[in-house]
Each structure stands twice: as C-alpha cells, then as structure tokens.
C-alpha cells in the first residue's frame, strides 16, 4: 500500500441476480453495499433481476453505457444448475475477460469451502471501460471476494499494480 497516494472513491453499481430475493432479504447484495460503502466507495445504483441472460444484460447495457459507474459487481446466477445464466449474460458484453479473478476467487474459495469451489463461475472483465465481478449468491461468497480480491485492487494505493490506475486507459483503441 503506497499511502503518499490518495484514496479514490469509485461509483459502483450493484446487481443481485435471483429469482427469489427482494430487497427485504437480499443478504449479499446487501453485504456488498455495505462492504464498498465501508472502504469508501460510492453506491451508485442497486437492482435485483431473475436470473434470466436477457433482463440481465438489459441492466448491465444500462450501466455500461454510463459514465458515472466505474464498477459493477453482481451477486448470484454463477452455479451450474439450468437456471444459473450469470457468465452467459455477461461474456457477451465484455471487451475484455480478466481470467485471473476467476482463478484466484476458487483458489480462495477453496481455503474455505474445498472442491466444492469447482462450481463456482465468478468471473470478471471490462465492458465500455466499465470493470464487472461477477459473485456466487452467497454470502460468504460475495464477503471473501470484496475483503480478500476485490478491494485491494479498486484502490488507487496498493502497489505493485492495481485495477483503478488503468481505468484512463480502459478505452484505448
């Protein structure tokens, strides 16, 4: 952590992904809301879907295409059951897939909930200079991604790289 830098607050958008949540008992969109709040990110916006590749992108497209939103994590919709639909609705967006978050978030998923890990989709890209995680359902899931991936990469101070530095550069052509 290089703390001459200062700290940059981003806007995050939030999607829970289910056929069966509502925002009485969306526990890890709930939980990522409070975890980026807590390390100084802003809320941008929040949403529930069913899981459904269609309505998902109908967000996400939305999110994209604004400016204001650097960062979109979505929870749910992940699994390997007919109704989990999460990857095939986001990879079609993506400009660019970053493979390792999927690979270290099974890594550490596999310290806490061995093999069972290997159901797990996570994945994450950039679309339209807009970052995208993608989060099992779960709450442990979502808490063991942001405090252990996620955060230290969207801030400006961790060293030697991190994700936040890259963002005037996303668009390039």
């Known amino acids: 952590m290089n703390e001459t830098r200062d700290f940059i607050p981003l806007n995050i958008a939030v999607l829970t992904i289910s056929d069966s949540r509502t925002e ?24 529930i879907v069913p899981d459904d590749k269609y309505g998902i992108r109908e967000v996400l497209s939305r999110w994209i295409v604004n400016e204001e939103i650097t960062v979109v994590l979505t ?58 995680f993608c989060l099992p359902g779960s709450s442990g899931a979502c808490k063991d991604g942001w405090t252990k991936l996620i955060t230290t990469q969207l801030d400006y101070r961790t060293h030697p790289c991190n994700l936040v530095e890259l963002m005037p550069r996303l668009r390039e052509v």
């Not at 969306?26 to 929040?46: N, P, Q």
């Open 75 to 132: 929870t749910g919709g992940t699994g390997v059951t007919g109704r989990d639909g999460t990857p095939e609705a986001v990879e079609p967006l993506l400009d660019k897939v970053i493979n390792g978050f999927g690979e270290m978030f099974r890594k550490i998923s596999y310290d806490t909930i061995g093999t069972s890990t290997l159901q797990s989709r996570a994945l994450a890209g950039v679309a339209n200079g807009t970052y995208i």
């Open 24 to 47: 009485a008992d969306d526990k890890s969109g709930a939980l990522l809301v409070g975890l980026l709040e807590a390390d100084g990110h802003k809320l941008a916006e929040k949403s």
